[in-house]
């Protein structure tokens, strides 16, 4: 959005336009650009408020009902922290003692909006007007938040009275292309973890891409996930550290009881710098499979999760756990927290040949496959298609590696999608 149709869109004309619009259907929008033409309403007014319509909706999934009061960019919106998960980023600043947060790339404020929601006095800028603009917006609400066009890195933290410092670098290029070279952020990675000299207290979002290697020392480095879905890591710097630097992986879950109401539920698993690092068993396929969370993937926990699990791997160098029983709940996840892995029963284990599998599958009328791999170049896609199935039949496969030969293995996820247990019969059956 350029500012001629931001400022359309914030007239009296525009607000109420967007206010009146319909929920956004992609099966509606032309004929209703067309009767909004029709009706006279001016072509760059009626392209804004579709396109803040159809992100306000696309939002929901981060925003919740809040997206309905807000305004987007595209770019914005991929890169803004869901709500759940800047409440735990608010939650480190309050536990810091922190009173006063510079969000120094606020974009266009998810952030930003969560903090001043929860008490603390924020100073907000982004280098782009527009953006920094449609903060401004979303910020309307809160008296707690002061939003400025300008460059971060730029504001004296000790005069303005700063004592937690938070930010989100651009982590695309101009044409959308994801950049994956922390010295290439906007601004570089290094410019902004170097503040923690004058405020200890820095939190820097970040891909979850980032590797390793070079990690600064002094950080936790944290991933999170939520719902099955890896959506930032994280460093944190000084007392937003408590328990000191290390790699930690937060898990977030979303569950409804009985009444239709929903809650998150919390799984954090941690390994803390300078520790040895656990060096888990490998061996045989046994009657049970678990797939730790991409989060844990990610953090480089998956022998700590084996350890929780008391499991082994199957290679050394691929994330599945195998165990000959089935890791108590409380392990796993329960109704109180996250899951840790996402447990399969193994019903058949074989080597990898497609005609053997195809065999398989005929024998026992096999329609519907889900294909899950890992250590192993097949595709999806193209092995469905060679399999040619048929039947009304549903399967689950796992294509991996085991003791240093590609293996195949049948499965049947432990949690039912009634949400009922596998392990109401927890005798597996006999392997074919």
Request: charged content about 25%.
């Given at each position: 959005m350029d500012a001629s149709a931001l400022t359309k869109l914030l007239s009296p004309a525009g607000w109420s336009l967007l206010s009146a619009l319909p929920p956004y259907d992609e099966r509606q929008a032309m004929v209703l650009a067309t009767g909004l033409r029709a009706q006279g309403v001016d072509p760059e007014l009626a392209a804004a408020a579709l396109t803040q319509s159809r992100l306000r909706a696309k939002a929901h999934l981060k925003f919740d009902a809040f997206a309905d009061g807000m305004l987007f960019t595209q770019d914005g919106l991929e890169q803004a922290t869901r709500l759940v998960v800047a409440a735990h980023h608010a939650q480190r600043y309050h536990a810091a003692g922190v009173t006063k947060v510079a969000d120094l790339t606020c974009g266009i404020g998810a952030d930003s909006m969560t903090f001043a929601g929860t008490g603390l006095q924020v100073l907000a800028t982004d280098i782009d007007e527009v953006t920094a603009s449609i903060a401004t917006v979303n910020l309307r609400h809160f008296p707690e938040a002061e939003v400025r066009h300008a460059d971060g890195l730029s504001i004296d933290l000790v005069?303005?009275?700063?004592?937690?410092?938070?930010?989100?670098?651009?982590?695309?290029?101009?044409?959308?292309?994801?950049i994956f070279d922390p010295r290439s952020y906007a601004p570089p990675l290094d410019d902004v973890w170097a503040l923690r000299s004058v405020v200890p207290a820095v939190g820097i979002k970040v891909g979850p891409g980032i590797?390793?290697?070079?990690?600064?020392?002094?950080?936790?480095?944290?991933?999170?996930?939520?719902?099955?879905?890896?959506?930032?890591?994280?460093?944190?710097?000084?007392?937003?550290?408590?328990?000191?630097p290390g790699r930690t992986a937060l898990v977030l879950r979303t569950t409804t009881d009985a009444d239709g109401n929903h809650r998150t539920v919390s799984r954090t698993l941690r390994h803390d710098q300078g520790d040895d690092e656990p060096?888990?068993?490998?061996?045989?396929?046994?009657?049970?499979?678990?797939e730790p969370d991409g989060a844990i993937i990610r953090a480089g926990l998956v022998a700590h999760a084996a350890e929780e699990l008391g499991g082994r791997l199957l290679d050394r160098t691929i994330a599945y756990v195998t165990t000959?029983?089935?890791?108590?709940?409380?392990?796993?996840?329960?109704?109180?927290s996250a899951d840790l892995a996402t447990g399969y029963r193994v019903l058949d284990v074989m080597p990898f040949s497609l005609k053997k599998l195809k065999a398989y599958l005929r024998e026992r009328g096999?329609?519907?496959?889900?294909?899950?791999?890992?250590?192993?170049?097949?595709?999806?896609?193209q092995l469905r298609k060679q399999l040619d199935l048929r039947g009304t039949a549903e399967a689950t496969v796992v294509l991996t590696r085991v003791g240093g030969s590609q293996q195949v293995l049948v499965v049947e996820p432990l949690t039912r999608p009634d949400g009922t247990s596998v392990l109401d019969s927890p005798t597996p059956p006999e392997r074919g």
């Open positions: 005069a303005e009275g700063v004592d937690g410092v938070f930010a989100d670098p651009a982590r695309r290029t101009r044409s959308g292309t994801r590797p390793h290697a070079g990690l600064p020392t002094d950080a936790e480095t944290q991933w999170v996930s939520v719902d099955g879905d890896v959506v930032e890591a994280a460093l944190w710097f000084g007392p937003l550290a408590p328990d000191g060096v888990p068993d490998v061996g045989a396929v046994g009657h049970y499979l678990y000959d029983h089935p890791a108590p709940r409380a392990v796993v996840g329960s109704a109180d096999v329609g519907r496959l889900t294909i899950k791999k890992r250590g192993t170049a097949v595709v999806p896609e």
